[in-house]
């Protein structure tokens, strides 16, 4: 039986339409109410899911404002529902810049977290289009510390151990993975949790933009690797069960964050040779 210390997260793998908000929002409105209806406290969704990964001609003309209709509609649903909204991400203008920015918003509809993409990803141009980030994200979902990564920023370890040593017990991971790499994102998901002792859940998108298929495949892990629930390749909703008790029994059992060394890893890695 759920208690009180179980989260219910409700993975929303989308179908993104290219460049159509509208018809991405009435997606995004309809699984919402659905993994509310099916007792979700916090739901998640997958990056870039207004656009879709992502548009290259006139990006900064259909990117939101940070107040824009999507992010209108994340708030007003968070509030009507009652529900915590990771809300993936979005493609938002910032003056002149277009940013691939997370929001996450608290089930009064208050924004609590922004965050801007750390690592674009080069291979498909992103870099050159989207200012990255700056900044860490960590915030409060509901009755866990969480830490924010976009994508691509699943294969960076370092961003995800310094969000667990600032006190993250979950990484929500809001992505669109590309189908051809999809066992990576598995592999990836279960690393970050094992080595970092947290759960992760990770949401990816399953349509295609520019003939790149997303793969799906939303994914939630236990800090012990144990895979919590997994989605198929279609669109709908995933729910996920998160025991928060047991990242805390994990490291009672074998503690790795307390046995780093971090007094050596500095000096150590000076002393490897540039390739």
């Given amino acids: 039986m759920e208690n009180e210390r179980t989260l219910r997260v409700g993975l929303v793998q989308m179908k993104s339409a290219p460049c159509r908000a509208d018809e991405n929002r009435a997606a995004a409105e309809r699984l919402i109410r659905l993994a509310a209806a099916r007792g979700a406290k916090l ?19 259909l990117a939101e404002p940070a107040d824009g209709e999507s992010s209108a509609l994340l708030s007003r649903l968070a509030r009507e529902l009652g529900v915590a909204i990771a809300g993936g991400s979005l493609v938002t203008r910032r003056g002149a810049d ?21 690592h674009g990803f080069t291979p498909s141009g992103e870099r050159a289009y989207f200012r990255a980030g700056e900044r860490l994200c960590r915030y409060a979902a509901p009755g866990v510390e969480a830490g924010a990564l976009l994508c691509y920023d699943l294969r960076f370890c370092e961003l995800s151990r310094m969000l ?14 590309p189908e051809s790499r999809i066992e990576d994102w598995r592999l990836l998901a279960r690393a970050r949790a094992v080595e970092n002792q947290v759960f992760v859940t990770a949401v990816n ?22 895979i919590l629930a997994e989605a198929g390749a279609d669109e709908g909703v995933t729910i996920a069960a998160l025991p928060l008790a047991r990242a805390d029994e994990c490291r009672r059992v074998m503690d790795i964050l307390a046995d780093r060394r971090p007094e050596l890893y500095a000096p150590l890695c000076a002393a490897v040779p540039d390739a």
């Fill in 98 to 118: 277009v940013c691939n920015t997370f929001v996450y918003y608290a089930p009064d509809g208050s924004l609590l977290a922004e965050y801007d993409k750390l």
């Fill in 43 to 61: 739901i998640q969704l997958p990056e870039t899911w207004n656009l879709g990964f992502f548009p290259k001609e006139g990006l900064l003309e």
């Fill in 164 to 177: 667990a040593l600032s006190g993250a017990r979950l990484l929500t991971v809001c992505a669109q993975w």
């Fill in 205 to 226: 998108g399953c349509g295609s933009f520019g003939g790149v298929q997303s793969g799906g495949r939303s994914i939630a892990v236990a800090p012990d690797g144990e």
